[in-house]
């Protein structure tokens, strides 16, 4: 975990992240707060609030008494919203570093069409 | 999950008495400190008298010493220096693991009044041992040091004496806990301010006979019961200077 | 009266102690949540250990009040029974062993767990027959350790508890906190300038400087809301305009700034005014704010003590 930026944050990432690689599969129990907390040696609450920022955005569900699990659809959903955020994320940061060092939008299909195709 | 509530949090202290015995046994965890290493020099300092009585015995050819012998001294002396380093090494401590001032003064008043108690009982008994056995037959006055004494008097004379010490010392911790070594400073310079100018009071109104009519008046133990009056001063004195000092570990 | 929404551990208000014309602690008004761990931050010398001290009831203030489980701390048995401080530099009986300090602890504390006493007296590699005495600076605060975890008290102090361990000691200090302390909640309090190395056990940071409480805040929250904005001088100059700037860095016609508070709204903002928006670390960011700042309160405290 970086320190520059939310905790919880990462950690939902984190989350995100192997539900979207598949390490986490739906229907699976993920780890608890304290065993969270005890791995990426951060407060307890801390990783509570990155888990319930999970919970309210159902991407993961509660089960009293048992622990928490990877909801039906999570994937699915993720990777749709990382869809729409990729642009920003990704394309953005790259098309100004691409105009900054002169690359064409032709030169930069090349590129990506040759590091694509096996 | 044990959570701490505020609810669950008792909220009333524990009884007093459990309080005390908390800070007395602090004191004593190491019993080598306030009991094992007296005794043992006691007994060395013992041992050796005995030696060196015998020595003598067999070469003046049986003449024997006459008169208390005074090594027993060295517990009086010793209870001061008791005093002094548990108050100083131990309040700090007591505070840090949440005790209050008041309850580590009562404790450590309550355990070196218990303290000198045993040892002046076992002090009064071991000169009646003295006795039984005729000073080994060689005048080793050692724990007897009134022969007309009772058990029960020699026990309250030296109850008395090393509750003088043990007051004495304990305000002496206080001041240097309290204000540290420039408190020292003002304290024994106090002090022999406070003697001498007591001194020169009593030459100047010619006194000094009247002081002696006293002590001869009062007796050994009469004297010694007017030492309860230094020691609850004294006590008193460490009580009010600890309710208001703040411990520091340097 | 109506319920606390959450319990308070802490209440300290206008709390203010003086020595002579130094003001150790200076008007620190702040609460502090049952079961948090708190960092205590701030440079040597700020006034953390005069601050704990008078929560502890081992001072005295000199005026304001601090309450510790709803009650006055000082000489208040009631209350400070739930409390253990370890001090930095804490001495202990000249004659003492380990084991004396194991056998004279549990007395105090009402949930002192003796097992875990003894798992970490193994993991700190000490032995109980040792003497104190002649124990190393680092493993006297090893002692430290184990006692204010073994305690379990609900609240436990740690006053900068880490003179002269090492790296590793360290972190099996932090890695015992976080698992006890899951097991375990209470309130602790750790007071320590190493920030980078404890920040992502803190829930909450109080932070002091010469005396004055400079940020209550959760450490969450202080991490998503700092952040440094750079590019030209005049840009980054038009953007900062009335917002609390916690630290300036000019590098010929470019100026870089670590802007306090900072939502989502305005990073945009700062993002589409050409400037580029980078991280601060909970470290930079307290040594920002403890190391001068630009505010206008800043330059009048400066102003008052020059």
Redesign the interface.
């Known amino acids: 975990m970086d320190d520059s930026r939310p905790i919880f944050r990462q950690l939902a990432e984190q989350i995100e992240n192997q539900i979207i690689d598949g390490s986490l599969t739906e229907g699976a129990q993920v780890p608890s707060i304290n065993e969270y907390a005890a791995f990426h040696r951060i407060n307890p609450a801390t990783a509570l609030k990155g888990i319930t920022l999970l919970v309210d955005a159902g991407v993961l569900y509660k089960r009293r008494g048992i622990g928490m699990f990877v909801a039906d659809g999570a994937r699915a959903a993720l990777i749709a919203e990382r869809r729409t955020t990729f642009r920003d994320d990704f394309l953005r940061p790259l098309l100004a570093e691409a105009r900054a060092l002169g690359f064409s939008a032709e030169e930069l299909a090349d590129m990506i069409r040759k590091d694509t195709t096996p | 999950?044990?959570?701490?509530?505020?609810?669950s949090?008792?909220?009333?202290?524990?009884p007093l008495g459990r309080?005390i015995?908390?800070i007395m046994?602090?004191?004593l965890?190491?019993p080598?400190?306030l009991i094992g290493w007296p005794l043992m020099i006691l007994g060395f300092i013992y041992v050796l008298n005995l030696a060196i009585y015998s020595l003598i015995s067999t070469a003046t050819e049986g003449a024997t010493a006459v008169g208390v012998n005074g090594g027993v001294g060295f517990i009086w002396v010793y209870t001061l220096v008791m005093a002094v380093?548990?108050v100083n090494?131990?309040f700090?401590?007591?505070?840090?693991?949440?005790?209050?001032?008041?309850?580590y003064l009562l404790g450590t008043g309550a355990l070196f009044t218990l303290l000198s108690a045993g040892y002046a009982a076992l002090i009064a008994t071991l000169a009646m041992a003295e006795r039984a056995v005729d000073y080994w037959g060689i005048g080793l006055r050692f724990f007897d040091s009134s022969p007309d004494f009772s058990w029960f008097e020699l026990f309250l004379g030296t109850f008395l004496l090393l509750l003088l010490f043990a007051s004495v010392g304990g305000a002496t911790a206080a001041v240097y806990v309290r204000w540290k070594a420039s408190g020292m400073y003002v304290f024994w310079a106090g002090l022999v301010v406070l003697l001498v100018a007591v001194g020169f009071l009593l030459t100047w109104t010619e006194s000094w006979g009247a002081v002696g009519e006293f002590f001869a008046t009062a007796g050994v133990l009469g004297t010694l019961a007017w030492s309860l009056v230094i020691s609850a001063i004294a006590a008193s004195a460490a009580y009010l200077i600890l309710?208001?000092a703040?411990?520091t570990?340097? | 009266m109506t319920p606390a929404p959450e319990s308070l551990a802490l209440e300290a208000r206008g709390l203010t102690k003086r020595f002579g014309s130094l003001a150790a602690v200076d008007d620190a008004t702040f609460t502090t949540p049952q079961n948090t761990i708190t960092g205590l931050l701030g440079r040597n010398g700020a006034g953390k250990t005069t601050l704990m001290r008078l929560i502890t009831g081992q001072e005295f203030p000199t005026s304001g009040t601090v309450r510790l489980f709803g009650a006055k701390p000082v000489e208040n048995a009631a209350v400070l029974q739930h409390t253990c401080f370890i001090s930095e530099a804490q001495r202990y009986p000249d004659e003492f062993r380990i084991k004396h300090v194991l056998a004279g602890a549990p007395r105090f504390f009402a949930n002192w767990d003796a097992d875990f006493a003894a798992q970490l007296v193994d993991e700190f590699r000490l032995t109980p027959k040792q003497r104190i005495k002649k124990l190393s600076r680092g493993q006297r605060s090893a002692i430290g350790v184990i006692v204010g975890l073994a305690s379990r008290a609900p609240l436990t102090i740690f006053d900068e508890p880490y003179l002269g361990l090492d790296a590793v000691a360290r972190q099996i200090f932090y890695d015992r906190l976080l698992a006890d302390y899951s097991e375990h909640p209470r309130t602790v309090i750790l007071s320590t300038h190493l920030i980078d190395e404890v920040s992502q056990l803190l829930e909450h940071a109080l932070v002091i400087d010469q005396g004055r409480i400079v940020i209550d805040a959760p450490v969450e929250e202080l991490r998503s809301s700092a952040a440094t904005v750079s590019g030209t001088t005049e840009a980054v100059e038009r953007f900062i305009t009335g917002r609390e700037v916690a630290h300036r860095e000019q590098l010929g016609g470019l100026l870089s700034a670590t802007v306090a508070a900072m939502d989502d709204a305005d990073r945009a903002a700062a993002r589409t005014a050409g400037l580029e928006v980078g991280p601060v670390s909970l470290q930079q960011l307290i040594v920002r704010r403890t190391g001068g700042f630009t505010t206008p309160s800043t330059t009048t405290y400066e102003e008052a003590t020059a």
């Open positions: 999950m044990t959570a701490f509530t505020a609810d949090l008792p909220t009333t202290a524990r309080r015995s908390t046994l602090l004191q965890t190491n080598m400190t380093q548990s090494q131990t700090p401590l007591a505070l840090g693991f949440g005790a209050t001032r008041r309850d309710r208001k703040t411990p570990n340097t």
